[in-house]
């Protein structure tokens, strides 16, 4: 992936409050852990060229990936992430020949493999399992990001993710403050007991005191509530993109001073030269037209958690659009 388009697609993260910060060199390099090992996709070349319906569908060269991931606890995110999940998982897939983005929204409660591993390091084995648990199952950080991207890339048959970038609670106040304040459309009603000015269409600005309820909360007495927690996340999205984009354009090097302050909450598989080409990230973008994408499926109310499974035929179809071409 060349820089420029890599720090496009980062621009597209912040809504979640994950832009900002230099590669954070977590527990796992600290004390030698091949990190490298877990791996971004699953070990095959399969899905370069495949098959369906006796078309022949070719992988486009010209699509990168980024995976974000955000993780359900608050503080420094170069630390050790025993108890962390994986709340939020949205790939972003830029397409450079058409210059759309698409972002695939996974639930957390997916069902799929899960690797597990013990506390050196070493593969246990692979369960059926919440994608949530994919960051905690390998420790969390560097390690976690990885092992979710395996998670992902082999729901999608072995489509590889390029990079990650992953962050905690503490980060979402903060890119909010970036901007200032961001004016939302409220897609549904979950939050009108708390804030009654939040209902169903109204127009509300939301500031450091209430936008993490906003993307994150959800009612854990209410099944499968996280369907439409992502509404709010997706309709945070849609507004804070512009507005961070006319910021940037305003004052690049002011906002590059404000990203900096993002630095411990973020890990990311990027390198620091990498973002330094972000003046140039706007260039033949249209951040007005991004394409929101849910994989449809089945929620069913599990022992311990909500579960999805994927519509696997409706998902693989979308697949198909998303990343192949055919000849």
Not at 11 to 39: I, K
Not at 50 to 55: A, D, F, L, P
Not at 252 to 262: E, I, N, P, Q, R
Not at 267 to 273: A, E, F, G, Q, Y
Request: charge should be negative; include cysteine.
């Amino acid at each position: 992936m060349d820089k420029k388009t890599f720090i496009t697609i980062l621009v597209v993260l912040v809504f979640f409050g994950a832009v900002g910060g230099y590669l954070a060199y977590d527990y796992y390099q600290q004390n030698n852990y091949d990190v490298e090992s877990f791996g971004l996709g699953v070990e095959h070349t399969e899905y370069k060229v495949v098959e369906e319906g006796g078309v022949k569908y070719n992988f486009n060269p010209r699509i990168d990936t980024l995976l974000y991931i955000g993780v359900d606890e608050s503080g420094e995110i170069d630390a050790p992430k025993a108890k962390g999940r994986a709340d939020t998982i949205v790939l972003f897939v830029l397409n450079k020949d058409t210059k759309k983005i698409t972002a695939i929204s996974f639930s957390r409660d997916t069902m799929c493999d899960v690797r597990s591993f013990d506390s050196q390091g070493s593969l246990m084995g692979t369960v059926n399992q919440h994608l949530a648990y994919a960051y905690q199952f390998a420790g969390g950080g560097k390690a976690g990001c990885q092992n979710v991207c395996w998670s992902v890339s082999n729901l999608m048959g072995g489509i590889p993710i390029e990079e990650y970038i992953a962050a905690d609670i503490s980060s979402i106040t903060r890119a909010n403050d970036l901007i200032g304040s961001v004016t939302v459309t409220v897609p549904n009603d979950d939050l009108a007991q708390i804030y009654p000015e939040m209902v169903t269409g109204a127009r509300v600005q939301l500031t450091s005191d209430n936008v993490e309820k906003f993307v994150r909360y959800r009612d854990r007495e209410t099944s499968f509530s996280n369907n439409s927690r992502r509404e709010r996340q997706q309709a945070y999205l849609n507004a804070y993109l512009p507005k961070f984009a006319q910021c940037l354009k305003n004052d690049t090097a002011g906002m590059w001073d404000k990203l900096m302050t993002l630095e411990s909450y973020t890990v990311t598989s990027v390198t620091r030269n990498e973002y330094l080409d972000m003046a140039n990230v706007f260039s033949g973008m249209d951040y007005n037209n991004v394409e929101f994408y849910s994989p449809k499926g089945s929620d069913r109310e599990g022992e311990l958690h909500d579960e999805f499974y994927l519509d696997s035929a409706a998902f693989r179809k979308k697949i198909l659009e998303i990343f192949y071409v055919t000849h």
